[in-house]
């Protein structure tokens, strides 16, 4: 079997109306497929002025808003006789799914009933979730529910070995794979780096930005980064808080974080400027299952502190590439950022160490390995 052998079907609950780290590798995957002659088409909530064009055919499913004020989130209500006219016509004889959501649930019930193979990708921690809305006691049910998800399906594909190993002790038994993640090495890089921008920001060439980067919700850490400046300010370590990102928390962040500098969302040549001109990159999430934002900040050359979490467990060396800190505890967060305001000789070996590393991440090998995946299963 060769590629052009291969009819995919990929489904997704936001494949490009709202941009993210999950549909960004969706579509460069769906870009590399394409190249390599497979046919594709892939299912999604849509919307009228969507992030972004998707890449490949994109067929609509009818989906709800989320509630509790996430309405820029749609949920699938499973798959139309519409849609699954649709997917007889095309005939597949892979199916992918990516969230354990309902539309994935009925698309492997679609793909089990025609004995037809199905792959799985885990890109986002659903199971932590719970605990950054005051829900702790759902998280239990939440990963038996993935697992009932992830067994459901033939090849589970995770971002690292840290993810793959939690995916493990759930219990799941369908075999487990890595499929990593690349960087745009153009974008993200230590020549895009402005000091002119950020004086128009007002962070003068000799202050230490200390960056956060990506969606404002409360699940990615939002909490503690505004904890930990507020240690920074106790502790008289010079900084300025640089933040790259938008979303439904902003106001809330804003009022912890007041003296922060909001750059907004910015994307293409400006996000990779953006994230240069940092000096410091900070990312306490610990719902990451890769952290593509602290890829992108070590190929262009930033230092990183972040959560001993998974995803960053997969690229940062400690002491070497930045710091990895146990989740949560303020004072060591602060202790690290503050070793690196400090000593702009150990940012400077730190960042151009993380630069080194993100070399090794490009698209087209990584993608490489899903397409061997499918072919694997489909023969």
């Known amino acids: 079997m060769q590629p052009n052998d291969l009819r995919v079907a990929l489904f997704s609950g936001n494949y490009n109306y709202t941009r993210d780290g999950a ?56 798959l139309p006789r519409r849609i699954r006219e649709d997917l007889a016509e095309f005939a597949p004889n892979i199916v992918h799914v990516s969230a354990p959501e309902i539309l994935g649930h009925r698309a492997l019930s679609w793909a089990r009933k025609h004995g037809i193979a199905s792959v799985a990708s885990l890109h986002t921690r659903f199971e932590t979730y719970p605990r950054y809305y005051h829900l702790t006691a759902l998280e239990p049910l939440a990963i038996r529910l993935s697992r009932r998800f992830y067994d459901r399906a033939d090849q589970v594909l995770v971002p690292g070995q840290s993810i793959a190993d939690i995916v493990a002790g759930w219990g799941v038994k369908t075999p487990i794979a890595i499929w990593s993640r690349g960087v745009n ?28 980067l990506g969606r404002l919700v409360l699940e990615k850490g939002l909490d503690i980064f505004a904890d930990v400046i507020a240690a920074l300010k106790t502790r008289g370590t010079p900084h300025k808080v ?22 907004g969302f910015q994307t293409g040549e400006d996000l990779g400027r953006a994230v240069a001109s940092m000096d410091i990159f900070f990312n306490p999430s610990v719902t990451e299952t890769f952290g593509n934002v602290t890829l992108e900040a070590m190929a262009a050359g930033v230092p990183v502190v972040a959560a ?72």
């Open 23 to 78: 549909n960004q590798a969706l579509n460069s995957l769906a870009g590399h497929l394409l190249a390599r002659g497979v046919r594709l088409r892939v299912y999604s909530p849509t919307v009228e002025n969507p992030a972004f064009e998707p890449t490949g055919d994109l067929i609509g499913v009818p989906a709800l808003s989320l509630p509790g004020g996430r309405s820029e989130y749609k949920m699938a209500i499973g």
């Open 185 to 212: 090495h153009d974008r993200f890089n230590p020549a895009r780096r402005s000091l002119e921008w950020r004086r128009a920001l007002g962070i003068g060439d000799g202050e230490v930005a200390v960056g956060f």
């Open 242 to 263: 640089l933040v790259i990102g938008e979303g439904p928390a902003r106001d809330w962040f804003a009022e912890r974080v007041p003296e922060a500098v909001f750059a």
């Open 308 to 379: 001993r979490a998974t995803g960053a467990m997969d690229l940062v060396r400690d002491g070497v590439t930045g710091f990895l800190v146990e989740p949560r505890n303020v004072a060591a967060y602060a202790e690290r950022i503050g070793e690196l305001v400090d000593n702009p000789a150990l940012r400077r070996a730190a960042g151009g160490a993380g630069h080194a590393v993100a070399q090794g991440f490009e698209w087209e090998r990584i993608n490489e390995t899903v397409l061997h995946h499918y072919l694997q299963l489909a023969r």
